[in-house]
Every structure is written in structure tokens, then in C-alpha cells.
């Protein structure tokens, strides 16, 4: 889980996700829309991929993927990141953690 949580913190938004995943090849594209660049864990590619996924789970994310850390915090999966920018607040949220600048 320490792994998971301090890949998390390496940049502004961390999307850890699956190749195979259009959710989450959706969530990066809506991310990047907005002109951030995220850092992008595969975990399906990686060689501690099974052990960060379970670790994922561990941090209560169901499904394991995708999970999104934005400003050093894990905000969750494509629900939340959806929600957040239903309500218009995924903007602000990536502009107060540097993702991103007006």
C-alpha cells in the first residue's frame, strides 16, 4: 500500500489504470481536456502491477481501476471523477493542485 500511496504523490494527477480499460482511457482523456498531464500507471504492464492493484483494493477502490490521485490525495474512480466534474468541481480541484493553471 506505501508503494500505491507514494506513486500517488509524484505528480499532480497519478491515474493508475489497465490497457485494456476504456473507463479508464475515458477519464484520462477528460483529464488531459482540461490540459493536465498525468502520470499513468498501466498495471496490467508493470512489473509490480498484481501487488499495486491489490493495494488498490486495500484503499478501498472497487473496481481496482481506475484509481485517481489528484493533489496528492486519492479521490477515487471514474464515479467520483465523473461527479466531480458534473459538478463542476474537477476543474478547481486540478487548478488548487497545480495540475493545472487558468
Not at 500511496?5 to 483529464?31: D, P, Q, Y
Not at 481536456?33 to 509490480?48: K, R, V
Not at 490525495?73 to 486540478?94: C, D, F, T, W
Request: net charge neutral.
Amino acid at each position: 500500500m506505501d508503494m500505491v500511496m507514494k506513486l500517488g504523490e509524484t505528480n499532480a494527477v497519478v491515474i493508475f489504470t489497465k490497457s485494456s480499460c476504456c473507463i479508464s482511457h475515458s477519464i484520462e482523456t477528460l483529464i488531459r481536456s482540461f490540459g493536465a498531464n498525468p502520470t499513468i500507471y498501466e498495471l496490467d504492464t508493470h512489473p509490480n502491477g498484481k501487488q499495486m492493484e491489490k493495494a488498490l483494493i486495500e484503499l478501498g477502490c472497487q473496481p481496482s481501476v481506475p484509481a485517481i490521485f489528484i493533489g496528492k490525495e486519492l479521490v477515487g474512480g471514474a464515479n467520483e471523477i465523473m461527479s466531480l466534474n458534473v459538478r463542476g468541481k474537477l476543474k478547481q480541484l486540478l487548478i488548487r493542485a497545480n495540475a493545472i493553471w487558468v
